[in-house]
């Protein structure tokens, strides 16, 4: 079968000391300080093997995140730019949707001809940190298409554990298409989801939201917002063609944080201007350079305000701890989506139309084009870009 592959060298910088699980392992908790000189490819590979509590899938749509396009990219020196937890080769791709082809000897509750989303984040259930209820921060965590095969493949094999049924969108989106392209999104709204109203338990409805960068993440943060009665969604993304995608799926006004700056003021003064001076009651990193918006997020938080880290990067920030201390504000770290209701939660209001992130779909391609979809990803001027199968 084919399968888009991304492939690596082992080369670890020189202040960066390789532990001896990473040795034993060949996972590279920190990618970008590990793996130099990637290459993608559309690659013959074998079929994967079903196991007794697994499922054979066939993906039917899978998105293109902003992790694979960080794998794709490089810094000067030649190493990528993602700084998460990765093995190499592997086929990539986490965001999918698919219909069951065949099911193990110990599946009960899915059968083939199910459609359905999957959770990337493979948790053992066993680790302490499982045990204790943090599925996302599992010790013998694997990662569909970061440390084990994804999902941009013709078939898929992975745990019936993982699999959340999407049926019901069909009755939502009039056709199986559709529907499984709504399916595919259910992973990254999860991760929002996850991150703002798990980590973070949420906002009084008729609190300001703020959300920095609007891709995939930050699109689902904002659709959320507006579902869950935040009063005024204001986005910041320096894509003029994410602007308009940002107000489809709920932002009530979006701005060039570049552009501000131009005109010699800062995200900060706007919020505080379009909050009346109250500042928000939830601000959301989803723009991956905590550097830059760390310090304008803490400047405009209410008072009681969060502050929820979704975007990664492997750089510190500038925190001013006094300021969340005077303001009685938190801010709070996330990673994955697995556990807690998140995603059922996100199915529902998709079946609902509570929420819809379809309209953020801006290209689409086949299996055999791969490479140009990633490579066309790293242009930032589409909304989500989806493989087809």
Known sequence: MKGLVLTAEWDPRPDYTVTEWERTTGKAVTGSSVWRSPRLSVESIAEPKLGPGDVLMKPRACGVCGSDVHFFETDQQGYMLYPGLTRF??????????????????????????MVTAEEMIWCGECTPCRNGYPNQCLRLEEIGFTINGAQAEYLAIGAKYCWKINALVERY????????????????????????????????????????????GFAA???????????????EVSKMRHELARKVGADVVLDPVALERQGTKPRHAIMELTDGEGAAMLVEAAGAPPRTIPEMEAAMAVGGKIVMIGRASERAPV??????????????????????NFPNVIRLMAAGRIDL????????PLDQGVEAVKKATHREDGKIMIRA
């Open 89 to 114: 080769p592997v086929v990539i791709g986490h965001e999918f949707s698919g219909e069951i082809v065949e099911v193990g000897r110990g599946v009960t509750e899915l059968k083939p001809g199910d």
């Open 358 to 365: 379809t309209p953020i779909i801006t290209s689409r391609f």
């Open 174 to 217: 009039g056709t199986k298409e559709k529907a499984f392209e709504a399916g595919a999104l259910c992973e990254p709204t999860s991760v929002a989801y996850n991150a703002m109203f798990t980590r973070a338990e949420g906002f009084k409805p008729g609190g300001h939201v703020v959300v920095f960068g609007t891709g995939p993440i």
């Open 320 to 341: 001013y701890l006094e300021h969340f201390q005077t303001h009685a504000a938190q801010i709070y770290g996330a990673q994955g989506h697995s556990g807690y209701g």
């Open 222 to 236: 904002i659709a959320l917002s507006r579902a869950a009665g935040a009063a005024k969604i204001i986005a910041f």
